[in-house]
């Protein structure tokens, strides 16, 4: 039986994933720069296998952010009430900005100065998602 990955690793492997498609950097590339091999970074990125400190430091020199920022929003580690580390904002969220369509949608939207075209965007995607289906969150 596997053991499930931690919260945090999870979380700060998205944040490395999502920074380096937004920087356009493959991980091969991000490899390379840390002297290893593109299977080590997606097993950092999927949170199977943590991140030391150095390490993440030279991560976040590589793709150009502070420490912090791979931590922004991420579970606290703290349990909360029911015994779960909480997060800033819904693990969705963080999920799909960590996608390559999310990110391109995202840098796509936000260029949108229409507020009213913006909205009605928000609103086709909704009618489309509904007739997916009930929302499974």
Do not use: C, H, W
Request: hydrophobic share 35%.
């Amino acid at each position: 039986m596997s053991k499930a990955p931690n919260p945090v690793d999870k979380y700060v492997g998205s944040r490395v994933r999502m920074r380096r498609i937004m920087l356009g950097m493959s991980q091969e590339k991000l490899g390379e720069a840390l002297g290893l091999t593109f299977q080590q970074i997606q097993k950092y990125e999927k949170g199977t296998n943590r991140v030391g400190a150095s390490r993440i430091q030279q991560i976040a020199e590589i793709l150009q952010v502070p420490v912090s920022f791979l931590f922004e929003g991420g579970p606290s580690g703290t349990p909360g009430p029911d015994g779960f580390a909480e997060g800033a904002s819904p693990a969705y969220v963080s999920d799909f900005l960590a996608t390559s369509e999310g990110l391109a949608l995202t840098r796509a939207f936000t260029r949108i100065t229409d507020s009213k075209l913006r909205r009605s965007i928000v609103d086709l995607v909704e009618q489309i998602a509904a007739r997916e289906g009930p929302d499974k969150r």
